[in-house]
């Protein structure tokens, strides 16, 4: 029954084993890509009759053929068999079943290493635009979120210890300078991806005079490989996939890190949506951030597959090697979970609500305008260093007497320098400091604000 099954068998007395069988077939995870598959069998059947390889009228056939084919599994009315190792040939299969002897025309000159490449890649193709598509809805929340925020005050943070005074819109946009970065790696990612292998036979070519360009465009592929032995073994483009999931997953993982953080009772900044909180079976109080911590848990998994992918890349000899079955599903794994990550923490970001009152406090914590004071002091003349070891005695005095900088009179402040005059409270203020980094990209509102405007003109909203 098997070795009847299957399409390599000619040279073959004995059956594969039940248990080679069952280690090798690979349906449950390539059936995923079946359109694909059928889209390259179509293109490549067209490329056939054009090389008059196939008449017209068999290739109208095969065309129809698979279009039905694809209808019955649209309506999962298709019987996947595992005997027939992978979608490939289980589609194959079917062919000769619905359309009879010329469908084993359609395999002339073709291989499944140059066609699992193709359908790969067109696959990819399709999820990279909705991972894209995905991302720029997330930048779209930040930018949202972050407008009406620029002049709204926060603690900003190094070393988790309050820092400076920022403006919240500002911090929000930090995180649209990363999934943006994410998005243009996607961008940049297709162009690798565009390649069509199809046409570079299992390792060596194609000897049928197929119009492999005409091929391409068909498909949607920008170019063709220049390199059939490459063609077949070529695995970057999944690696370069996988690793910008990875790190737009570590970037979904540290936001979600941060609302963790915020949603704590302890920092109070944020309320998530009660939507994407889950409750205690035990303590009927809480209000746990699970989507957050699930979005922040998974990312694990990108860097691992990522890592499994590369180990498979690195000792295989030139060219196909059927190592490369390995590399689907971790590959689909990641992307099924970045996917509904970015999905979430849109959701999270949207309905996030802001404790700014919270934040307000803490901004007058912890002499956050420290800095400030050391600044104003160099602006009188002194050399920072000085200014610093100066302003490191006034904390201590204001520590001593549990007041804020600003609290200090300024006969206690002269003390410490006699440059110290009655404009030294301006600096002491923490809407005057954010107002004063003007610098390309700091926190001033000002510069927030046009930060913002180009996202928006980037995003076209
Ligand atoms: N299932 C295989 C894969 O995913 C398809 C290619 C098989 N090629 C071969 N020569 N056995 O890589």
């Not at 590369?310 to 090697?321: E, I, M, R, V």
Request: glycine fraction near 4%.
């Amino acid at each position: 029954m098997v070795k009847k099954n299957r399409s390599w068998g000619g040279r073959f007395k004995q059956e594969t084993a039940k248990n080679a069988l069952e280690f090798s077939h690979s349906i449950e995870i390539d059936k995923t890509f079946y359109r694909e598959d059928i889209a390259g069998s179509i293109a490549y059947a067209e490329a056939l009759a054009k090389a008059k390889v196939l008449k017209p009228s068999e290739f109208k056939k095969i065309k129809i053929g698979l279009n039905q084919i694809q209808k019955q599994i649209d309506s999962k009315k298709f019987n996947w068999n595992k005997a027939l190792e992978d979608v490939h040939m289980n589609i194959e299969a079917a062919l000769e079943k619905n359309i009879g002897e010329v469908a084993k025309k359609l395999h002339t000159g073709r291989s499944r290493n140059d066609q699992v490449v193709t359908d790969l890649k067109l696959y990819m193709l399709k999820k990279s635009e909705e991972i894209k598509i995905s991302l720029k809805e997330l930048l779209k929340s930040l930018v949202q979120k972050a407008e009406p925020e620029t002049e709204t005050l926060m603690p900003g943070f190094t070393h988790l210890q309050i820092a400076q005074p920022i403006s919240l819109g500002h911090h929000l946009m930090a995180y649209y300078e990363m999934f943006k970065r994410d998005l243009n790696r996607f961008e940049n990612s297709d162009n690798n991806l565009s390649v069509l292998p199809l046409g570079s036979g299992a390792l060596a070519g194609n000897r049928f005079k197929l119009n492999r360009k005409k091929m391409a465009k068909n498909l949607g592929f920008k170019e063709v490989t220049q390199n059939s032995i490459d063609a077949v073994s070529d695995r970057d483009f999944i690696a370069e996939m996988m690793f910008n999931i990875s790190l737009a997953s570590i970037h979904l993982s540290r936001i979600s890190e941060e609302f963790i953080i915020w949603s704590s009772s302890q920092f109070n900044y944020l309320e998530l949506p009660e939507e994407l909180c889950t409750g205690s079976s035990i303590m009927p109080q809480k209000r746990n951030p699970d989507m957050a911590e699930l979005v922040r848990g998974g990312a694990a998994k990108t860097i691992g597959n990522l890592v499994s992918l590369l180990s498979l890349l690195k000792n295989q000899p030139l060219a196909y090697n059927r190592d490369n079955q390995e590399d689907k599903a971790p590959l689909f794994a990641s992307i099924d979970y970045v996917l509904s990550a970015i999905d979430i923490t849109s959701a999270m970001v949207a309905g996030a609500k802001f404790n700014i009152d919270e934040m307000l406090n803490d901004v007058f914590d912890g002499h956050i305008c420290a800095t400030d004071f050391a600044e104003y002091l160099v602006l009188k003349g002194l050399p920072f260093r000085e200014a610093h070891a100066i302003t490191g005695k006034a904390v201590q005095l204001a520590e001593k007497k549990d007041a804020l900088l600003a609290e200090l009179s300024l006969t206690e402040l002269k003390k410490l320098s006699k440059k110290i005059e009655k404009d030294v409270y301006k600096y002491l203020d923490p809407m005057t400091s954010i107002s004063a980094k003007t610098s390309v990209g700091g926190t001033a509102p000002s510069q927030v604000k046009k930060q913002i405007i180009k996202a928006k003109m980037d995003l076209k909203i």
